[in-house]
């Protein structure tokens, strides 16, 4: 099937540029109302209508385009809604389930049809593992737990409860009685921890037939633990034995920390990261999708299982929860699981039917190919891309790999650990785990060179806060490869999550575009570097108004791309610069002296 995407059925190129870097937005706030972006959850998602623009500029329809990173495969959804050929590459099991079930077209009626099955069938038996009862004696369920760990006062001795008692600082947490100050991060107040996770408020459904309110909220009570545990007991003799993955969860290589990951043991298996009765839920769940379901219909309610996990595991915090790092809250939600199960069937469903409104079941087959593979090593001929849109590793940002088993041991697959493009967090003091990531995109990234077309554009997403690894992209991609450098656009992008030190926000997340050159080109395979300082020619103008650390940092990156100097500046090298040169506010704010 790839020889046929990649083989243009007219004689004419499929290689394109009318895209114009001045004017281009790439914002991506309107996310939050698509549905398709709502839906799958995946670390540093691109949002496909700005990969739009870009397929738009450079391919003609019928070209095909590349993404050899593809994650949840958003390139693949911008590439057909341009009516562009789209070969998708990941070697991550937990990415290409995302992006096959994204694409894989399905029978709404028989979705729904199974859904009402499920849900008539289970309901009862699951909701039964959250048995509880309203002040006022009426039956019904818990749908959220909220637990917390509890520390001992060390002026009081009282018990100190973490839920609502935090003080608006960083770990600091009051006592009621005494009003004693805890930091739980201080190591003499980490030894004043007496419980873990301990179930304090329950918000529940009630089952019970009554005029008025549906539902109730409040304190959990001894009884309702006895009598949890009770249950949990019963539920574990009767369906202990149906299977849950041992996979252990690898040791936080990325953020090298004593201990590992917070909240939870370093030699912790992935069903350790559920409550006990969620685990007990989601094995009843998952044996019933492989016992009563087949083919699609079992794909579709596979997937809608495995986007469940995050929302149905300890890594929630009381409103929302962090995918990017292994993480157990001291304070925390505990969801029932038919209830994440039935809103995230709810969601997936609606993109779904979005996306085949817009894409013909057709048009998937004849113009997608996926495939599970190394990106070091693309199963593709020489010369037979249109286009490359890429957003890969940043450096040691997100552990894609360890953070994808927590999926892929459900789907009873294996992550290759050993061959992810990764380095650790702490790479800005070693400067040979910046080499060792170049040399790991340098293979993935000359595959892209040799597979593209002469001429043939390849876009890079890429966003880092540190100038060492924005060097060694740029040695890579133009001294190491041959790419010709043709524009960087700045992303406003809402959906990043890297944080930084200095006025806490990020230097951009930005859109690179380079060329791979014709054999007919005179090619200087070395940059053209221009040996000046960019503090030379910075536009002092630009300081007129007032500016943040980060958004000159960001100015001075498209600058040094687009002036082909030397190197971009280590943040204390711009700072001692702006002092200099600038005045400075009580906001952090940079403004040129008069």
Sequence with gaps: MTEILTKNTENESKISNTFNADNVSLNDKERLRNPIFKAYGYPSKIYYPNIQKYIQGYTKEGGVVLDSFCGSGTTGIAALLENRKAILVDNSPNAIHITKNTFVPVNIEQVEKAFKKLKRDLSEVINGLYKTKTVNGLNGYAESIITSNIYSCP????????????????????????????????????????????????NLRITDIVKGKKTDKRPVTVSDIEDWERIIEQYDQKYGHLWSPDEK??????????????????????????PKSNLIALKIIYNYIEENMENEIQEFFMFVFTESLFRSSKRLFTTSGIKNVYHVPPVGKEQNVLTVFERKYKTILKAKMFL???????????????????????????????????????????????????????????????NEVIIPMDFEKKIEYVKKWGKQIEK????????????????????????????????????RIG????????????????????????????????????????????????????????????????????????HIINLVHEQELDSIPSDKEILDWLKAVCDIDGEDKFTLKK
């Design 155 to 202: 002026n009081c001795e009282n018990e100190i409860e973490l839920h609502n008692t935090s003080t608006g600082k960083r770990s600091e947490y009051r006592c009621n009685k005494c009003g004693f100050v805890i930091n739980i991060s201080k190591d003499e107040h980490k030894e004043r921890l007496t419980e873990r996770r301990k179930p304090v408020e329950v």
């Design 249 to 274: 969860i690898i040791y936080n290589r990325c953020y090298p920390r004593i201990g590992g990951w917070p909240g939870f043991p370093i030699d912790s298996a992935v069903s350790d990261l559920f």
């Design 356 to 418: 085949q409104e817009q894409i013909e079941s057709e048009k998937v087959r004849e113009n997608l190919e996926i495939i599970k593979n190394s990106a070091n090593q693309l199963p593709l001929e020489d010369n037979s891309i249109d286009y490359a849109f890429i957003d890969p590793p940043y450096g040691g940002v997100v552990p894609y790999a360890e953070l994808n088993l927590f999926y892929s041991a459900w789907l009873k697959e294996k992550e290759d650990i050993e």
């Design 444 to 479: 993935a990234f000359s595959e892209v060179y040799r597979v593209l077309k002469p001429g043939a554009y390849f876009t890079v997403v890429f966003q880092s806060k540190f100038n060492d690894i924005w060097n060694e992209l740029r040695d890579l991609m133009i001294n």
């Design 483 to 554: 790419f010709q450098y043709v524009n960087i656009v700045g992303n406003d992008r809402s959906t990043t999550f890297h944080t930084n030190h200095l006025n806490d926000t990020n230097p951009q997340s930005a859109f690179i575009t380079y060329r791979k050159p014709t054999p007919d080109e005179l090619v200087q395979l070395k940059l053209n570097i221009n040996d000046s300082s960019i503090f030379q020619s910075f536009p002092l103008e630009y300081l007129i108004e007032k500016r943040s650390f980060r958004e000159i940092q960001s």
